[in-house]
Each structure stands twice: as C-alpha cells, then as structure tokens.
C-alpha cells in the first residue's frame, strides 16, 4: 500500500465517508422484504408493481434531485432523503395492504433519488480538495466495502431480531434508529461539501439542465455507453436479486402463499450476511484488476458473468437445489459489487466537475426506468409461467444485450 492510500485510511472525512455508508446499509427487513410482503397475501406481480412504483418515483426525482443538490447544496439534500426513508419504514410497520405499501415504495423512492449521485460528487469534490483524484478507485472501493460490511452484519443481527420480535414488522422501527444517525453524521460533513452553486431554481432550470446533461450523453458515445452498461446491469439485478427469498420459500416450504419457517428465516439472514461480507472484499480489492485491465474491460466481462449465473439459477430451479441457487446468487452479489467501483472509475474520467450530481442522477434515472418495466413483468412472468424459463431468458438476453454495448466500451 502507497504512502497516499495509507494517509486515505486515516483521513477523517474518508471515515466518514466510510461510516455513512456502513448506516445507510443497516436494513434489517433486506432479508425479508418479499417474505413479509408475501405475508399479507400479495402475489409476485403485486410485489412487481410496488417494486415499480419506487423505481417510478426515482425516474421522475432523480435528474431534479440532482440538480436541486448542485443548486442548494448536497449536505441538504441528503439529510433529506433520510427524513424520506424514515417516513418510509413507519409505512411498513404499519402497512397491511397494497395501498399502505404503496406509501411506503413512494417515500422509500423519495429517499433513494435524493440519495443516488448526491454522495458521489461529494466524494469527487473532497478527492479533488486533497489532490487525491488518481485514486478515486480505490477510495470509492474501500467507502463501498464499508457499506457491505453494513449490509452484511445487518443481515446477521436481522436473524437475532427475527428469533426474539413478535413479528417481521419490527424490523422496520428499528430500522429507523441508523438512518437517524446518518441524519446527523451528514450534518457533520463540512460545508464546503455542500457546493452549492446557485440559490435559485425553477422548473424552466430543471427542464434546462437536465436537456443539457442528455445532450451530453448524446454527444459523447463512450460515456453514455458506460451508463448504459451500469444501469443495465443494475437494473436486472436489482429486478432479480430479491427473487431468492420466494425460491428457498417455494423449495423448503412448498407454497408461496404459505408462512415462511423459521429455517428459512434464518437461511435467508445468513445467506445475506455472507453475500455482503464476500461483497465487501471484492469491492475492496477491485481496484487492483485496473492495474492489469482497464475497468471498461472488466465491466464487460463481468456483465457477461450475469449472464451465465443467471442460467446457472435457471438450472438449480429446474433440479430443485437450493444450494446450487444460494451459491449462484452468491456470485451474483459479488460480481455486482465489484462492478460498481470500475464504473464510478470509469464515468469519472469522463464527467466534468460541474455536471457530476447531474449526470451520475441520470444513470440511476436510466436504471430506474428499466426497472419500471422489468419488475412486473418479470413478477407477471413468473407467477404465470415458470420461474426457472425466467431465469433462462435472463441470461440469453443479458448476454445479447452485452455484445451490443461492447461496441461502446472499447478499451482506450
């Protein structure tokens, strides 16, 4: 390790940077979002609209959300969004149909388009303060292991939560006490960081910028190709990575519509745990692929790999085991955390200083409006048709898809 990244790890905003991360991933419910959902006799094409409606509201906030933090500052702005995401958890415990869900996704996407990109060009701005840009790689790789590392000890403290609460609602009340602490580490962070650049706003300056930032994707091919890939790829993951909470259902319980066990309960705590805790480490140590391959090469290879693991899942439905699917799904999360350092290292040498809130909004805008789409028509398919044929034409079209943005992302 350079003398540079050994004074990284001891930079006190960087722990910052670090905690904030580590809170904002303490969801305890993760685990069981679509178990708990499935609870109140809602069916997987219902659970695809709620999915829908978050990723719909994201669309619509996530190019004015990032032009609200470049215009009234980014510190603001995500202290914000936590406020959303807390409104949020108190619709889940309370929530006992698809109306009262529906609350909860709108505010849960609230918080999640005010959140994407803002934290980002805050890392960005503070790199470029300290002269640090050159290892933005492995910064933002090292801030992202720190909020899998969240991820997964949520995970392991959800099944000590779910052995002694009277019912999976819980885990949304407290779920709210780490957002809250996030709310004041953000109000910690020094202002400067806020960047704010105007002090007024309309809509004719939303409409403006956010015309200006897909003017620029238009021009520039490169860039708009590794957007492209990135929100592709989280699109379809984000569509499927939850899918196997209703498999271990289905395969050791034998019914959707039937209550989950307590084994599978805590199958689905540890499962995530160990996800996010291997997550952690690929997305630590990421940036030394770069030294042998450029991050746009490695992003494609590694969308290539979705593919495959998705027929991989395919298989282990199609023979009824669990353990070829928990292992798949575990690559799965590694490859997806791996993933995203290579592309924040990739967009951000194409991104200029004054468009970063903007632009990196606009890929979360791309994903979300994938996602619209994927995650009913994916919940209808599989509710309707077969689960394992879903899987299968993943896979097919993920690697179609691949071949085309190849021609995008050639190496320079």
């Known amino acids: 390790m350079t003398t540079t990244q050994q004074l990284i790890k001891n930079d006190k905003q960087i722990k910052k940077f670090c905690a904030y991360g580590f809170l904002k991933n303490l969801r305890f419910f993760e685990p069981y979002l679509v178990v708990y959902l499935l609870g109140f006799n809602l069916n997987l094409f219902e659970i695809g609209l709620l999915y ?7 669309y619509l906030f996530e190019v004015p959300s ?4 470049d215009h009234y500052g980014k510190k603001k702005e995500l202290m914000l969004c936590f406020l959303f995401y807390m409104v949020s958890f108190v619709f889940f415990f309370i929530g006992g149909n698809f109306a009262v869900f529906s609350l909860a996704m709108f505010f849960f996407g609230l918080g999640e388009a005010f959140r994407s990109g803002t934290h980002k060009a805050m ?3 503070y790199l470029e303060k300290k002269n640090w840009f050159d290892q933005k790689t492995f910064i933002y ?3 992202r292991s720190f909020s899998l590392i969240g991820s997964s000890i949520s995970a392991l403290l959800s099944i000590i939560f779910v052995l002694n609460l009277p019912s999976l609602r819980g885990l949304f009340l407290i779920g709210i006490i780490p957002y809250l602490l996030d709310f004041i580490l953000i109000a910690s962070y020094p202002d400067y960081l806020d960047e704010r650049r105007e002090t007024t706003i309309s809509a004719s300056i939303v409409f403006k910028e956010g015309f200006r930032s897909l ?3 238009k021009k520039d091919h490169q860039l708009r190709g590794i ?3 990135s929100s592709s790829f989280d699109a379809f993951f984000r569509t499927i990575k939850d899918y196997v909470q209703p498999l271990l259902l289905l395969l050791f319980v034998g019914s959707l519509q039937d209550e989950a066990t307590m084994q599978v309960k805590v199958t689905l705590g540890v499962l995530y745990g160990i996800m996010n805790l291997a997550s952690a480490f690929a997305s630590r140590n990421v940036y030394r692929l770069t030294e042998k391959s450029s991050p746009v090469s490695w992003m494609n290879r590694l969308f290539d790999g979705f593919g495959l693991i998705a027929g991989l899942i395919a298989l282990g439905i199609f023979i009824k085991q669990p353990i070829l699917i928990m292992i798949a799904f575990f690559l799965l999360f590694i490859m997806k955390d791996a993933r995203r350092p290579l592309f924040v290292s990739a967009a951000g040498d194409l991104i200029q200083k004054k468009q970063r809130a903007t632009i990196l909004s606009v890929e979360s805008q791309l994903r979300a409006l994938m996602l619209i789409v994927l995650a009913p028509v994916f919940g209808f398919f599989a509710e ?3 689960i394992s044929l879903l899987f299968l034409g993943l896979g097919i079209l993920i690697l179609l898809i691949n071949r085309w943005l190849v021609a995008s992302l050639t190496d320079s």
């Open 66 to 69: 990032g032009i609200i933090a």
């Open 215 to 217: 003017s620029v994707l």
């Open 52 to 58: 829908s409606l978050r990723e719909a509201i994201m």
């Open 123 to 125: 890392i960005y701005g």
């Open 141 to 143: 790789g090292r801030t």
């Open 227 to 229: 957007l492209l890939s």
């Open 384 to 386: 309707q048709f077969n």
